[in-house]
């Protein structure tokens, strides 16, 4: 397989996050909400096999975010140069997202291991939130990482100025809805319009880039198009 080929399949790894997030998210349920212990406890136990399958999922999710992120940033190199702060500020942030993804997989998967054991309500409830947590903080990066597609798709022609200010935008959005306590959005409203927003800038990005992979941009047009 040629270079083209692996570049182009590294960026239909935006298309196959998405599907491994929703099925991922799809298989851990609602957790549960309040401060129940037992609550908890009795979710996991009752859920165990699909929290670790939901678990090994979305770890599966963070390895296709470390290698769109390595493709976004490839892609951008070439157009920006060797010394873009955008570029590096889409990987770091990419790595960031995903590693924080990892985490909370990690936690949630070692709390269902375990449940078929003794697991203290109290120890199932933390690990649960710190393992919530970690998905829900894995949007502060991401949405750097969207912001900054956005500002360099501006800058440099990267993909069409209207996916460049819909990145911007949905970047905000997801950093606004984030700065909003779940408590006062629930998990149907705010939270879930969220989640979508952002699977289907993946998605929408993820198939703008393999397209401008496969037709060869060039990188003299790309630039003059940015200065109109």
């Known amino acids: 397989m040629n270079t083209g080929r692996w570049e182009r399949l590294g960026a239909y790894s935006g298309v196959a996050l998405v599907v491994l997030a929703v099925v991922g998210f799809?298989?851990?349920?609602?957790?549960?909400?309040g401060d129940s212990t037992t609550a908890a406890r009795d979710y996991v136990a009752e859920h165990r096999n699909s929290l670790l399958v939901a678990a090994y999922v979305l770890s599966l999710?963070?390895?296709?975010?470390?290698?769109?992120a390595a493709a976004l940033r490839s892609y951008l190199r070439r157009l920006e140069g060797q010394d873009s702060t955008f570029e590096e500020l889409v990987f770091g942030s990419g790595v960031a997202g995903g590693s924080l993804i990892?985490?909370?997989?990690?936690?949630i998967g070692a709390l269902?291991?375990?449940?078929?054991?003794?697991?203290?309500?109290?120890?199932a409830r933390a690990l649960l939130d710190i393992g919530a947590v970690a998905y829900h903080a894995a949007d502060y990066p991401l949405a750097v990482?969207?912001?900054?597609?956005?500002?360099a798709s501006l800058r440099s022609g990267a993909f069409a100025r209207w996916l460049g200010w819909a990145s911007i935008i949905s970047a905000l959005f997801v950093l606004a809805v984030r700065a909003i306590p779940t408590e006062t959005y629930g998990p149907e409203t705010?939270?879930?319009?969220e989640f979508v927003l952002m699977m289907a800038w993946f998605a929408t990005t993820s198939i703008s880039?393999?397209?401008r992979l496969g037709r060869g941009v060039v990188i003299e047009a790309a630039r003059g198009s940015a200065l109109r």
Not at 26 to 33: H, I, K, S
Not at 102 to 107: C, D, H, Q, W, Y
Not at 145 to 151: K, Q, T, W
């Open 190 to 193: 705010l939270g879930h319009i």
């Open 61 to 68: 999710a963070g390895v296709m975010i470390l290698w769109f």
């Open 26 to 33: 799809a298989l851990g349920g609602e957790l549960p909400r």
């Open 145 to 151: 990482f969207m912001l900054a597609v956005g500002i």
């Open 112 to 123: 269902a291991w375990r449940s078929n054991g003794v697991v203290e309500p109290a120890v």
């Open 102 to 107: 990892f985490a909370g997989s990690g936690v």
């Open 209 to 211: 880039l393999a397209s």
